[in-house]
């Protein structure tokens, strides 16, 4: 998939009136600030595929229970490779263990002991997800968490998204300041609000996910989609001197 990217400025972005406060005069001019409120945007189309796989496994004994888990670690890490993701982006490194019981009476009946393993990969093969899908469907995963497709230059676009939220923000500033009769003068403070990526989006058929328990064996058609753009948002809050014409 061809990645780009477009930086724009938002044209719409809420501004707090402009307030003068009462200083020491300087020459002149008197000291007062301008607040102003900007958001700078950036689209790109995503490169990269996260995915999220669990396997659980009870049996009576720990070592039973944590030997079945790993056959199917192994079992899930081969179809990963085989559908073309290079072994060093998987993680099969995180688990869990301990006693599970049955709650549903009230009792707790004891049913034996539990291991979790988690799989994570990060892969740019977006376009073979379909094929991770049909050849993890045939295999005992408790669970496949719905996909993140993310970017791999993610700070460098937030960073583009940040720079138009800047540049906006400035001429907003000069904007309210000229028609006040004023002059806008140094950054007082600046403050930025954490990025915002949009939802990804699909076209083409929907595509619908176990996330409370992945039926195993089932057969699941390798879905057929084209993934649109996402927006990279930045909202910043910038406070400048404000300062009365000569």
């Known amino acids: ?19 003068f406060l009462a200083a020491e005069p300087v020459s002149t001019a008197e000291r007062g600030i301008i607040q102003v409120r900007a958001t700078g945007t950036v689209t790109a189309a995503p490169d990269t595929l996260e995915l ?3 396997v659980r496994q009870t049996a009576e ?18 179809a990963l490779t085989e559908a073309g993701v ?7 490194s995180r688990f869990w263990s301990g006693p599970e019981y049955d709650w549903s009476r009230g009792s ?22 379909g094929e991770i899908l049909g050849r993890l469907s045939s295999l005992r995963l ?19 998204a940040l720079r138009e ?8 500033a000069e904007t309210m300041a000229g028609a006040a009769g004023a002059e806008v003068g140094p950054v007082q403070s ?23 328990g992945f039926v195993s064996g089932a057969d699941v058609p390798a879905p057929v989609m084209q993934l649109t753009d996402r927006e990279i948002r930045v909202d910043i809050q910038v406070v400048y001197e404000l300062l009365s014409e000569n």
Do not use: N
Not at 86 to 92: N, R
Not at 108 to 129: C, F, M, N, P, Q
């Open 61 to 78: 004994s720990l070592a039973l229970a944590s030997q079945r888990a790993d056959e199917i670690v192994e079992e899930a890490v081969a």
């Open 52 to 54: 999220r796989l669990v």
């Open 190 to 212: 600046m403050i930025e609000e954490p990025a915002q990526w949009a939802p990804m989006a699909f076209s083409g058929p929907e595509i619908m996910f176990e996330s409370a």
């Open 108 to 129: 707790g009946r004891y049913l034996g002991e539990s291991v979790e393993r988690v799989i994570e990969l990060e892969t740019r093969l977006i376009d073979a997800y």
């Open 165 to 172: 939220a800047v540049l906006a923000a400035r001429q907003k």
């Open 142 to 160: 408790h669970r496949i968490d719905p996909p993140e497709f993310t970017h791999s230059e993610r700070e460098q676009l937030e960073l583009e």
């Open 86 to 92: 290079d072994e060093e982006s998987i993680d099969s």
């Open 1 to 19: 998939m061809k990645a780009g990217w477009l930086a724009g400025i938002a044209t719409v972005a809420a501004i707090v009136p402009v307030t």
